[in-house]
């Protein structure tokens, strides 16, 4: 059974700072990787989608990696602002054919001023 | 573009109770999924479509289902509520590639407590 599991859980940076949140999956069987992004009492926001053939995207100032042999991604956020404050969940699809995605529980992220 | 609706945002319900939650998304995609999310627990699948008419068991489906008449709906139902389903329940729905999936895209949530 696939398990993903983000470090931290929660993360409380100076505005300004370069910061890099991390996943990790115990199954290298994917076929992508998306990282998304949780306001409190809102949905889900898709922030960068991986396919398992690409190493990396880039969104403004998000930038994700993949490195499926090793089962990890990052997500880096340059010069956070206090907007970046927010739940980052990943989430992996696996080649199983039953195109669902596992969830990592989340980092919690505070930007302060 | 409304994206994915989801009715009714909140709801309170006693034990034994019935209920439907609605899943509505107008990008015309061919897979739609049922997750709850609670605290600690994370976010954890219940049901999922691949295709209208196609209903398939997530990671805990049990106290559910569901039915996708319309490719752009996809129903949830409680049959017969207990405490332990309350949560809040996330619909949401993606493109097939064949070989993989899109983006996922997010409703905004149904808060539902049962008492």
């Known amino acids: 059974k696939q398990e993903v599991t983000q470090i931290p859980a929660a993360l409380s940076v100076p505005e300004g700072e370069n910061l890099v949140l991390n996943c990790s999956f115990t199954d290298s069987a994917i076929y992508n990787l998306q990282w998304f992004r949780q306001d409190p009492g809102k949905g889900l926001t898709s922030l960068l989608l991986i396919q398992s053939s690409q190493r990396e995207q880039t969104s403004g100032r998000l930038n994700a990696s993949l490195d499926k042999s090793s089962g990890r991604s990052t997500l880096y956020i340059a010069a956070s602002q206090p907007g970046d404050s927010a739940t980052y969940l990943c989430a992996v699809g696996m080649n199983s054919g039953y195109s669902t995605l596992t969830f990592g529980k989340g980092t919690m992220l505070l930007v302060s001023p | 573009n409304a994206g994915v609706t989801q009715t009714p945002k909140f709801r309170v319900l006693k034990t034994g109770q019935s209920m439907t939650l609605l899943c509505a998304q107008d990008?015309?995609?061919?897979?739609m999924y049922w997750y709850r999310q609670d605290p600690g627990m994370g976010l954890r699948l219940i049901h999922y479509?691949?295709?209208?008419?196609?209903?398939a068991k997530g990671e805990v489906p049990d106290g559910y289902n569901v039915s996708r008449l319309k490719k752009q709906n996809f129903l949830l139902g409680l049959e017969s509520a207990a405490p332990s389903q309350t949560s809040v329940y996330f619909c949401?729905?993606?493109?097939?590639?064949?070989?993989?999936?899109?983006?996922?895209?997010f409703g905004e949530g149904s808060r539902l407590t049962v008492l």
């Open positions: 479509s691949v295709g209208e008419g196609t209903t």
């Open positions: 949401a729905s993606t493109i097939s590639f064949g070989f993989s999936t899109g983006e996922l895209f």
């Open positions: 990008m015309n995609h061919e897979y």
